[in-house]
């Protein structure tokens, strides 16, 4: 009985097409950067029908790092892009440093990105490069009570206070 209700709603779950996957994603190096950093690489592969695998890497120029602030911004996409929800500064080695930080965005985006990337070691920051290798958005594993459409997730990094680097992600969600 409940196996048959378990296959059931995954059939119901494979007719809906329930999808979250990667459209887009753009690399800058501000004019602000002042030579602090040069993006290695920076882009999406399609490695399965819906399976959208991001890869980047910017190079860290002026080690080591022991100040590191991100703006992450939420933009929804409706006649251009309009902000959505998030738009939150926070302290990149804070976050990165402590066990306990507080559940918030930030910490639920760079939980998801972790096992991916080396966002993984606290300030003073001394490995010359920041990566993301391969990383794919799941839909079952990551539960974004979002509506559908297609969102823009800007990460905008600040060393000693002075924007460096943009990265700009772009995904569609699909109920
Ligand atoms: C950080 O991530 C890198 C790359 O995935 C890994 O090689 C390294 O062992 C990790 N370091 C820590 C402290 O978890
Ligand atoms: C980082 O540097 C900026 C600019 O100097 C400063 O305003 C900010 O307080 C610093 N952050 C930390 C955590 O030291």
Request: aromatic share 16%; glycine share 4%; net charge positive.
């Amino acid at each position: 009985m409940w196996l048959q209700l378990g296959l059931w709603m995954l059939l119901l779950e494979a007719a809906h097409a329930r999808l979250l996957k990667f459209t887009n994603v753009k690399c800058l190096e501000l004019p602000t950067n002042a030579g602090f950093c040069r993006y290695d690489y920076c882009r999406l592969k399609v490695v399965r029908r819906n399976q959208v695998e991001l890869s980047l890497k910017v190079t860290l120029l002026e080690l080591p790092i022991t100040n590191l602030t991100t703006r992450l911004q939420c933009f929804q996409r409706s006649d251009g892009y309009r902000p959505f929800l998030y738009n939150i500064l926070f302290d990149f080695c804070k976050l990165m440093g402590a066990r306990k930080y507080q559940l918030s965005f930030e910490r639920f985006v760079f939980d998801t990105i972790r096992q991916h990337s080396n966002f993984n070691h606290t300030c003073p920051w001394t490995e010359n490069y920041m990566m993301v290798d391969k990383f794919a958005l799941d839909i079952n594993k990551i539960n974004m009570p979002v509506p559908p459409g297609v969102y823009r997730l800007d990460f905008t990094f600040y060393a000693y206070g002075i924007a460096r680097s943009l990265t700009q992600v772009y995904f569609e969600k699909i109920d």
